[in-house]
């Protein structure tokens, strides 16, 4: 469960000593999961970003840290596209305690949710998705989206992992390009991959929500963009409009 394992990697990160636990219980028509730890906890200054995309807490403590901080930013915009929350207690030097919680069954059927079942029935399955993202949280993100429309994905690490697979995979529908990638950029990639094949769709996942960036990948030649942390019912809005094209 890609949403707990974020949290567990948490704790156990800003845990030298102590302990991590995590489990889960039914509450009402959720199900409500926790990850505690005796960590170092997070600075009441700092509770109200964390969600934030790229959040890192810049302190003496954490900076011996790694991560890119989206972690927990994708894992509320996961949560909340399955209809639950997130939230947390977190006292500093005595640790931290996150619950979110799941529907145990999703009963309303609103606007959006009728959109997104349009959406899936459109798109055909089987089709073949090339996602370039380095970031391996992101990628597992995308991967539990992608299984609904029941899409076979390769995956590209780096834009000679994607020049690969675009070689040897000629039935290819559909890219979901990273703009920034250890060897390359995704617009350079995407360049070149339209001067091979014009029609194949390829969709810009813009990191910063940038306007800039949103030009650069249109001008690069991308069909379209959808910025970070991905919102499933986006995604599948573009996906319908281009990934039965080619
Ligand atoms: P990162 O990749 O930096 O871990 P996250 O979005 O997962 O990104 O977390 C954002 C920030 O929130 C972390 O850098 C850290 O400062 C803080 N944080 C998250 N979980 C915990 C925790 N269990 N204990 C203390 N701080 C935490």
Do not use: W
Not at 43 to 53: A, E, L, S
């Amino acid at each position: 469960f890609k949403i707990l394992n974020c949290l567990i990697n948490n704790a156990v990160k800003f845990t030298n000593e102590g302990e991590v636990n995590f489990g889960f219980k039914v509450a009402g028509k959720f199900l409500e999961f926790y990850v505690k730890d005796t960590g170092i906890g997070i600075d009441p200054k700092d509770q109200n970003v964390i969600f934030d995309r790229f959040s890192k807490i810049r302190s003496d403590k954490t900076n011996l840290y790694g991560g890119t901080g989206l972690g927990l930013a994708i894992s509320k915009a996961f949560v909340e596209s399955l209809g639950g929350k997130i939230r947390f207690n977190s006292t500093p030097n005595m640790g931290t305690a996150f619950y979110f919680t799941i529907p145990l069954k999703v009963t309303a059927k609103d606007k959006e949710n009728k959109d997104h079942d349009n959406y899936l029935s459109n798109i055909k399955p089987g089709r073949q998705v090339l996602v370039v993202e380095d970031e391996i949280m992101n990628y597992i993100y995308l991967e539990e989206i992608l299984s609904d429309i029941d899409a076979i994905i390769f995956h590209a690490k780096t834009g000679k992992e994607a020049l690969k697979i675009f070689q040897k995979k000629t039935k290819l529908n559909l890219v979901l390009m990273d703009i920034k990638l250890p060897d390359t950029n995704g617009y350079i990639l995407t360049k070149q991959f339209k001067s091979i094949r014009p029609n194949l769709p390829i969709i810009a996942q813009t990191a910063y929500a940038m306007e800039g960036d949103r030009q650069k990948a249109l001008e690069a030649g991308c069909d379209d963009y959808i910025s970070k942390p991905i919102d499933s019912d986006k995604l599948f809005g573009i996906l319908n409009k281009f990934i039965n094209k080619s």
